[in-house]
Structure formats: structure tokens, C-alpha cells
């Protein structure tokens, strides 16, 4: 399965963006989806994750309270809105599929190839 990310960009710091994460196959609706982001010459970093059906969700502690996580499993797509962006929230952002929310990166077993977030001061 390959999940794809899109969304990323540029913006300025007090802004926001919506990611997606979609399937090649169609089964986003069958997995927990988590989100994780690498910033340069940083270690990859836990962001959020998503239950199945959106009943279960964390938040890493930088982004709690300005980045939300939903799913939409009809469009077998899962979103990331970040808002109030800083600049260091600059980074690739990665979306990935596994069986239970976590933020463990080695417990998912599906990855996209990253969306680039960039956010200007």
C-alpha cells in the first residue's frame, strides 16, 4: 500500500494548511492513520495519529491544541489541519498507516513519501 500525502507549502507564521493522506488502493478506511514530520538534521518527530473510525485520537505535545487530525473514510482520505503555524513547524511532513493509533513510527507499517511544510517568519 502506498499512502500519498498533499498539501504542503509555503506560509507565514499565524498561518494554517490542510494535509492529505491518501491510498493507492483504497483501504485508508481499514487502518490507523498517524502523522509524523522530520525537520532537518532533526530526528523524525510525533505529530498526531487516528483510530479507524476517528474515535481515538493524540496529539503531540508541540502541536496540541493547534493542529487537529480527522478522517474521512467515504474519500479514503485522512487530513492533518495545522494551525497557527510557527516556524518551527517547518519540516516534511509524513502520513502513515498501521493497526492501532500510536506514536511509535515503528508500529506503522505503510508510508508515504512526505509534503513539504514551510513556514516564514
Known amino acids: 500500500v502506498q499512502l500519498v500525502e498533499s498539501g504542503g507549502g509555503l506560509v507565514q507564521a499565524g498561518g494554517s494548511l490542510r494535509l492529505s493522506c491518501a491510498a493507492s488502493d483504497g483501504t485508508v478506511s481499514t487502518y490507523a492513520l498517524g502523522w509524523f514530520r522530520q525537520a532537518p538534521g532533526k530526528e523524525r518527530e510525533f505529530v498526531a495519529t487516528i483510530s479507524w473510525n476517528g474515535g481515538t485520537t493524540y496529539f503531540g505535545d508541540s502541536v496540541k491544541g493547534r493542529f487537529t487530525i480527522s478522517r474521512d473514510n467515504a474519500k479514503n482520505t485522512g487530513y492533518l489541519e495545522l494551525n497557527s503555524l510557527k516556524p518551527e513547524d517547518t519540516a516534511v511532513y509524513y502520513c502513515?498507516?498501521?493497526?492501532?493509533?500510536?506514536?511509535?513510527?515503528?508500529?506503522?507499517?505503510?508510508w508515504g513519501r512526505g509534503t513539504q511544510v514551510t513556514v516564514s517568519s
Open positions: 502513515a498507516g498501521g493497526p492501532i493509533p500510536t506514536i511509535n513510527s515503528y508500529e506503522y507499517g505503510y
